[in-house]
Protein backbone atom coordinates (compact mmCIF):
# COMPACT_ATOMS: atom_id res chain seq x y z
CA UNK A 1 0.00 0.00 0.00
CA UNK A 2 1.39 3.88 -0.61
CA UNK A 3 0.33 6.39 1.40
CA UNK A 4 1.11 9.70 0.25
CA UNK A 5 1.36 12.77 2.93
CA UNK A 6 0.93 16.36 1.90
CA UNK A 7 1.04 19.22 4.08
CA UNK A 8 2.47 22.74 3.23
CA UNK A 9 1.23 26.44 3.58
CA UNK A 10 -1.91 28.21 2.47
CA UNK A 11 -1.97 28.80 -1.38
CA UNK A 12 0.84 26.86 -1.78
CA UNK A 13 -0.83 24.50 -4.31
CA UNK A 14 -2.26 21.12 -1.64
CA UNK A 15 -5.48 20.98 -3.21
CA UNK A 16 -3.94 21.52 -6.78
CA UNK A 17 -1.54 18.58 -5.89
CA UNK A 18 -4.59 16.48 -4.00
CA UNK A 19 -6.81 16.51 -7.37
CA UNK A 20 -3.36 15.70 -9.50
CA UNK A 21 -3.56 12.37 -7.35
CA UNK A 22 -7.15 11.62 -7.55
CA UNK A 23 -6.88 11.82 -11.12
CA UNK A 24 -4.36 9.19 -10.77
CA UNK A 25 -6.51 7.49 -8.88
CA UNK A 26 -5.57 7.59 -5.21
CA UNK A 27 -8.52 7.97 -2.53
CA UNK A 28 -7.60 11.83 -0.82
CA UNK A 29 -8.45 13.18 2.14
CA UNK A 30 -8.26 16.56 2.96
CA UNK A 31 -7.66 18.21 6.23
CA UNK A 32 -7.30 15.23 8.03
CA UNK A 33 -6.62 15.42 11.93
CA UNK A 34 -2.86 13.91 12.44
CA UNK A 35 -3.91 11.53 15.35
CA UNK A 36 -5.89 9.94 12.82
CA UNK A 37 -3.80 9.40 9.87
CA UNK A 38 -2.73 5.76 11.40
CA UNK A 39 -6.36 4.86 11.90
CA UNK A 40 -7.66 5.85 8.94
CA UNK A 41 -4.97 4.70 6.87
CA UNK A 42 -4.99 0.79 8.19
CA UNK A 43 -8.82 1.10 7.84
CA UNK A 44 -7.85 1.92 4.26
CA UNK A 45 -5.54 -0.66 3.93
CA UNK A 46 -8.04 -3.43 5.24
CA UNK A 47 -10.75 -2.44 2.96
CA UNK A 48 -8.33 -3.19 0.13
CA UNK A 49 -7.23 0.32 -1.01
CA UNK A 50 -3.65 -0.03 -2.49
CA UNK A 51 -3.28 3.92 -3.09
CA UNK A 52 -4.32 6.62 -1.08
CA UNK A 53 -3.22 10.89 -0.27
CA UNK A 54 -4.01 12.99 2.46
CA UNK A 55 -3.17 16.54 3.57
CA UNK A 56 -2.52 17.40 7.10
CA UNK A 57 -1.41 21.64 7.70
CA UNK A 58 -2.19 23.79 10.23
CA UNK A 59 -5.94 23.87 10.31
CA UNK A 60 -5.48 20.77 12.71
CA UNK A 61 -2.46 22.07 14.86
CA UNK A 62 -4.34 20.78 18.22
CA UNK A 63 -3.18 17.14 16.55
CA UNK A 64 0.68 18.28 14.65
CA UNK A 65 2.71 17.09 17.64
CA UNK A 66 1.36 13.52 17.28
CA UNK A 67 2.47 13.60 14.04
CA UNK A 68 6.03 12.16 13.81
CA UNK A 69 4.94 9.17 16.30
CA UNK A 70 1.69 7.97 13.67
CA UNK A 71 4.03 8.19 11.32
CA UNK A 72 6.85 5.68 12.91
CA UNK A 73 3.80 4.06 13.53
CA UNK A 74 3.12 3.62 9.98
CA UNK A 75 6.18 2.95 8.86
CA UNK A 76 6.03 -0.47 11.05
CA UNK A 77 2.95 -1.65 9.00
CA UNK A 78 4.79 -2.54 5.37
CA UNK A 79 3.24 1.41 4.08
CA UNK A 80 5.35 2.85 1.53
CA UNK A 81 4.74 6.79 2.82
CA UNK A 82 6.22 8.99 1.32
CA UNK A 83 6.10 12.67 2.52
CA UNK A 84 5.54 15.75 0.36
CA UNK A 85 5.57 19.40 1.94
CA UNK A 86 4.34 22.75 -0.68
CA UNK A 87 5.95 26.06 0.13
CA UNK A 88 6.36 29.63 -1.73
CA UNK A 89 7.89 32.73 -0.99
CA UNK A 90 5.49 35.06 1.39
CA UNK A 91 4.64 37.58 -1.30
CA UNK A 92 3.38 34.83 -4.01
CA UNK A 93 1.50 33.79 -1.03
CA UNK A 94 0.17 37.38 -0.19
CA UNK A 95 -0.70 37.86 -4.80
CA UNK A 96 -2.16 34.36 -4.54
CA UNK A 97 -4.71 35.33 -1.43
CA UNK A 98 -5.43 38.67 -3.19
CA UNK A 99 -6.37 36.76 -6.75
CA UNK A 100 -9.08 34.35 -4.70
CA UNK A 101 -10.23 36.75 -1.91
CA UNK A 102 -10.09 34.07 0.07
CA UNK A 103 -9.68 34.48 4.30
CA UNK A 104 -5.96 32.73 5.20
CA UNK A 105 -7.58 29.57 7.26
CA UNK A 106 -5.84 30.66 10.56
CA UNK A 107 -7.38 34.15 10.28
CA UNK A 108 -9.41 35.16 13.96
CA UNK A 109 -9.74 38.77 12.51
CA UNK A 110 -7.02 39.42 15.14
CA UNK A 111 -4.09 39.25 12.68
CA UNK A 112 -3.14 40.09 8.98
CA UNK A 113 -2.50 37.86 6.60
CA UNK A 114 1.42 38.32 7.09
CA UNK A 115 1.21 37.72 10.60
CA UNK A 116 -1.15 34.37 9.53
CA UNK A 117 1.52 33.74 7.01
CA UNK A 118 4.33 33.49 9.44
CA UNK A 119 2.51 31.85 12.38
CA UNK A 120 1.89 28.75 9.96
CA UNK A 121 5.24 28.69 9.02
CA UNK A 122 5.88 28.33 12.53
CA UNK A 123 3.40 25.88 13.51
CA UNK A 124 4.37 23.60 9.87
CA UNK A 125 8.46 24.04 10.81
CA UNK A 126 8.53 20.66 12.77
CA UNK A 127 6.43 18.62 9.69
CA UNK A 128 8.10 20.62 7.11
CA UNK A 129 11.74 19.08 8.39
CA UNK A 130 10.46 15.35 7.89
CA UNK A 131 9.67 15.88 4.40
CA UNK A 132 10.60 16.49 1.29
CA UNK A 133 9.66 20.43 -0.06
CA UNK A 134 8.78 21.94 -3.69
CA UNK A 135 8.59 25.61 -3.48
CA UNK A 136 5.59 26.76 -6.29
CA UNK A 137 6.20 30.07 -6.11
CA UNK A 138 6.93 30.28 -10.07
CA UNK A 139 5.44 27.06 -10.79
CA UNK A 140 2.14 27.03 -13.12
CA UNK A 141 -0.72 24.34 -12.41
CA UNK A 142 0.23 22.12 -14.70
CA UNK A 143 3.99 22.20 -13.82
CA UNK A 144 2.88 21.36 -10.01
CA UNK A 145 0.28 19.04 -11.39
CA UNK A 146 3.37 17.08 -13.48
CA UNK A 147 6.31 17.40 -10.53
CA UNK A 148 4.40 15.73 -7.75
CA UNK A 149 3.14 13.03 -10.18
CA UNK A 150 6.67 12.07 -11.24
CA UNK A 151 8.25 11.98 -7.50
CA UNK A 152 5.47 9.79 -6.40
CA UNK A 153 6.67 7.17 -9.27
CA UNK A 154 10.06 7.19 -8.09
CA UNK A 155 11.84 4.09 -6.13
CA UNK A 156 12.03 5.05 -2.55
CA UNK A 157 15.26 2.92 -1.88
CA UNK A 158 16.85 5.10 -3.88
CA UNK A 159 18.11 8.74 -3.29
CA UNK A 160 16.73 10.54 -5.94
CA UNK A 161 18.92 13.97 -7.62
CA UNK A 162 16.81 16.60 -8.97
CA UNK A 163 18.44 18.91 -11.32
CA UNK A 164 16.99 21.87 -11.19
CA UNK A 165 17.45 24.71 -13.24
CA UNK A 166 16.51 28.85 -12.49
CA UNK A 167 16.65 32.16 -13.12
CA UNK A 168 17.96 34.35 -10.11
CA UNK A 169 15.34 37.18 -11.23
CA UNK A 170 12.74 35.18 -10.01
CA UNK A 171 14.34 34.38 -6.80
CA UNK A 172 16.33 31.32 -5.39
CA UNK A 173 14.18 28.28 -5.37
CA UNK A 174 13.22 27.62 -1.34
CA UNK A 175 13.77 23.76 -2.52
CA UNK A 176 17.00 23.73 -3.10
CA UNK A 177 19.53 21.25 -1.72
CA UNK A 178 22.57 22.78 -3.74
CA UNK A 179 22.60 26.15 -5.37
CA UNK A 180 25.38 26.80 -8.25
CA UNK A 181 25.21 30.71 -9.93
CA UNK A 182 26.11 30.08 -13.69
CA UNK A 183 25.57 34.05 -14.48
CA UNK A 184 29.52 34.07 -15.18
CA UNK A 185 29.14 32.06 -18.05
CA UNK A 186 28.90 33.06 -21.95
CA UNK A 187 25.41 34.09 -22.58
CA UNK A 188 23.51 33.17 -25.56
CA UNK A 189 20.81 35.97 -24.88
CA UNK A 190 23.45 38.81 -26.45
CA UNK A 191 23.46 36.41 -29.62
CA UNK A 192 20.92 37.60 -31.84
CA UNK A 193 19.96 34.33 -33.24
CA UNK A 194 20.10 32.45 -29.81
CA UNK A 195 18.48 35.29 -27.60
CA UNK A 196 14.82 33.21 -28.62
CA UNK A 197 16.02 29.66 -28.04
CA UNK A 198 16.32 28.01 -24.59
CA UNK A 199 19.05 25.94 -23.66
CA UNK A 200 17.52 22.63 -25.18
CA UNK A 201 17.63 23.88 -28.52
CA UNK A 202 20.28 22.70 -30.33
CA UNK A 203 21.83 26.13 -31.53
CA UNK A 204 22.18 27.03 -27.93
CA UNK A 205 23.69 23.97 -27.01
CA UNK A 206 25.89 23.65 -29.83
CA UNK A 207 27.41 27.32 -28.83
CA UNK A 208 27.61 26.58 -24.95
CA UNK A 209 29.29 22.98 -25.44
CA UNK A 210 32.05 24.84 -27.69
CA UNK A 211 33.00 27.11 -24.62
CA UNK A 212 35.61 26.49 -22.22
CA UNK A 213 34.43 28.30 -19.25
CA UNK A 214 31.26 26.28 -19.54
CA UNK A 215 32.67 22.90 -19.57
CA UNK A 216 34.82 23.80 -16.64
CA UNK A 217 32.13 24.79 -14.49
CA UNK A 218 29.74 21.33 -15.95
CA UNK A 219 33.26 19.41 -14.25
CA UNK A 220 32.99 21.62 -11.22
CA UNK A 221 29.69 20.92 -10.36
CA UNK A 222 30.26 16.82 -11.38
CA UNK A 223 32.94 16.82 -9.62
CA UNK A 224 31.51 18.80 -6.32
CA UNK A 225 28.25 16.52 -6.57
CA UNK A 226 30.13 13.24 -7.30
CA UNK A 227 32.10 13.99 -3.95
CA UNK A 228 29.64 14.63 -1.92
CA UNK A 229 26.49 12.37 -3.01
CA UNK A 230 27.60 9.29 -0.43
CA UNK A 231 27.58 11.51 2.18
CA UNK A 232 23.71 12.52 1.89
CA UNK A 233 23.11 8.57 0.35
CA UNK A 234 24.37 7.91 4.10
CA UNK A 235 22.15 10.46 5.57
CA UNK A 236 19.23 8.29 4.58
CA UNK A 237 18.11 11.27 2.33
CA UNK A 238 15.25 10.64 -0.29
CA UNK A 239 16.01 13.90 -2.53
CA UNK A 240 18.63 15.74 -2.90
CA UNK A 241 17.94 19.20 -5.23
CA UNK A 242 20.87 20.33 -7.18
CA UNK A 243 19.84 24.05 -8.56
CA UNK A 244 21.61 25.93 -11.65
CA UNK A 245 21.00 29.35 -12.10
CA UNK A 246 21.45 31.76 -14.52
CA UNK A 247 19.78 35.55 -14.79
CA UNK A 248 16.71 34.66 -16.41
CA UNK A 249 16.00 30.72 -16.10
CA UNK A 250 16.56 30.20 -19.99
CA UNK A 251 19.54 29.30 -21.56
CA UNK A 252 22.88 28.19 -19.62
CA UNK A 253 21.27 27.22 -16.41
CA UNK A 254 18.79 24.92 -18.34
CA UNK A 255 21.88 23.41 -20.35
CA UNK A 256 24.03 22.46 -17.30
CA UNK A 257 20.82 20.73 -15.57
CA UNK A 258 20.41 18.87 -18.90
CA UNK A 259 24.08 17.58 -19.50
CA UNK A 260 24.32 16.82 -15.23
CA UNK A 261 21.09 14.82 -15.47
CA UNK A 262 22.64 12.88 -18.17
CA UNK A 263 25.65 12.34 -17.00
CA UNK A 264 23.99 11.42 -13.11
CA UNK A 265 21.38 9.19 -14.75
CA UNK A 266 23.87 6.23 -15.52
CA UNK A 267 24.28 4.96 -11.92
CA UNK A 268 21.60 7.35 -10.39
CA UNK A 269 17.88 7.99 -10.28
CA UNK A 270 17.60 11.11 -11.75
CA UNK A 271 14.53 14.00 -11.87
CA UNK A 272 15.29 17.55 -14.09
CA UNK A 273 12.87 20.22 -13.85
CA UNK A 274 13.41 23.87 -15.67
CA UNK A 275 11.34 26.06 -13.01
CA UNK A 276 11.50 29.36 -15.43
CA UNK A 277 11.15 28.42 -18.82
CA UNK A 278 7.43 28.95 -18.94
CA UNK A 279 8.05 32.57 -17.55
CA UNK A 280 10.29 33.70 -20.18
Known amino acids: MQLIVISGLAG ?12 SGYYCIDNLPANLLLEVTLYFKKSGYLRIAVSIDART ?11 ADLKQQEIDVRLLFLEAKTDTLVKRFSVTRR ?15 QLEREILVEIKDL ?5 TSNLS ?40 DVRCLPNPYYEEHLQSLTGVDDAVIEYLSEQTDVKRMFDDIKRFTNDW ?8 RSYLTVAIGCTGGRHRSVYLAVCLAKYFNKENQVLVRHRDLAHN
Not at 131 to 135: E, G, K, Q, R, T
Request: proline fraction near 4%; include cysteine.
Open 12 to 23: SGKSLALNALED
Open 103 to 117: QHPLNDDHLTLLECI
Open 61 to 71: RKTLHLFPKQL
Open 229 to 236: LPCYIRDN
Open 131 to 135: MHCID
Open 141 to 180: ASSLCTWVRDLMCLDRSRLTLLFQSFGFKNGIPLDADMVF
